[in-house]
């Protein structure tokens, strides 16, 4: 109700709200049979949510045109962009230098420290978990 208010309200009513043959329309088609994750769908929108992911989704359309089918990029170059990307990389690397590069693309791992947890009640602590001694 309050969507269909504001599209009125900002002269968008005839443009957007509804999969209707004039309006702009974005729509994401969900399906991968070959996926163990999307069956059984018990709870469709759950599912969606929770299980699905971006290798399940067979179709996009934006304002109307598709950008994607059956899992692939429709009208996309992608060794274009692969090489646009790859010169985007080489220029931060050569910008950066190697050791800026180097600790940006490897960063240190910080030490961890073990605390004391003053809500365990019992003995167990689990197996390789390591526990400070807290009475040394």
Do not use: F, H, K, L
């Given at each position: 109700m309050g969507h269909d208010r504001r599209r009125r309200r900002h002269g968008l009513a005839d443009n957007i709200g509804s999969l209707t043959p004039g309006k702009k329309a974005d729509l994401v088609l969900l399906k991968n049979d070959r996926s163990p994750a999307m069956y059984p769908i018990l709870h469709p929108y759950g599912h969606v949510v929770y299980q699905a992911t971006r290798a399940d989704v067979h179709t996009v359309l934006v304002n109307g045109t598709v950008v994607k089918y059956a899992h692939e990029l429709v009208g996309v170059d992608l060794e274009r962009a692969r090489t646009a990307v790859?010169?985007?990389?080489?220029?931060?690397?050569?910008?950066?230098?190697?050791?800026?590069?180097?600790?940006?693309?490897?960063?240190?791992?910080?030490?961890?420290?073990?605390?004391?947890?003053?809500?365990?009640?019992?003995?167990?602590?689990?197996?390789?978990?390591a526990v400070q001694n807290e009475g040394a």
């Open positions: 790859a010169a985007t990389v080489d220029y931060a690397r050569t910008t950066m230098g190697e050791d800026a590069w180097r600790e940006a693309v490897e960063p240190q791992i910080p030490t961890t420290e073990v605390i004391s947890n003053p809500y365990t009640y019992s003995e167990y602590r689990g197996e390789g978990v």
